[in-house]
């Protein structure tokens, strides 16, 4: 064998085992933490896994059923149907609520986005467990995956939501600001992916916090104005403060009144629905991030 042969050769043969030389530029470890900004701009580089991930699991509501994606909006129907008849007649809430009917439904369907939202967060990191052993990315990805998919999943029952609210009050001019909706409906799912990065995380390391999770989103439902209005607490001043600061409670008054009253919501709703929104991203990123390294290991 001449030299230059000898020099093509890659592989060499040392007592009968072949050492092969592999370029490891660009491979990471599975349990890596890169610095924080370098994970964000990871996980930007990295967003169309995401995207694709969401869109492919997306309106899969129902697939299993003869009626399929037509659960995506019966669903809330139902839901509207069974609590208007108990808090509507039986329970008689309706009392001093104009079109109680369309109050109802933007409450409960509107909070359903919270609702599944959250509970979709518990337990995502042992859901993936497969995906996140298969090969590096940031796996706050898995998170943004969630909340895209929510927003193509809520999209048509928000717009009926609205709509059926409107039919409701067919004797008084559609309002104009109901364009408000619009930048509502994403800072919503804003406020729900900042709380799901902080639950995806603590339910990964502490499995039963999930039955609490689920706990928690029952009591925020009779605490959130879903079927009631804050004057029913006018006697108890504490109790009412304590809902005005749920900002579950401000952002379905705020769809309300967009679309039953006519008002915009003032700068300091707005204000408090985007400092609490930004702020659990905010939180939220660093509170998942810390623990990126250990998702690998999550049993």
Known sequence: ?????????????????????????????????PRFFSYLKSAWLKRHFSIAYARARALSTGRDRYLGSLWIVLDPVFQVAIYGLIFGLILNVSRGIDNFIGFLIIGVVYFGFFQKGINAGSGLIQS??????SFYFPKVLLVVAEIVRAVINNFIPATLAIVFAVFFQ????????????????FLIHFFIFGAELIIARMTAFIPDLKSLVSLFM?????????FFTISRFEASPVITT???LNPVYQFLMAVRNCVLIGDIPTLEVWAYLTAWSFGLILFGLVFFWTAEERYAGVR
């Open 1 to 33: 064998m001449t030299a230059s042969e000898d020099e093509e050769k890659p592989v060499e043969v040392e007592q009968g085992f072949k050492s092969i030389i592999v370029d490891d530029e660009g491979l990471g470890l599975l349990v890596s933490k």
């Open 128 to 133: 993936s467990r497969s995906l996140i052993s």
């Open 170 to 185: 067919l004797d008084q001019p559609l309002h104009w600001t109901i364009i408000f909706v619009i930048p509502l409906f």
């Open 218 to 226: 029952r009591g925020m439902f009779f605490l959130s104005g879903v």
């Open 242 to 244: 304590l809902v005005e």
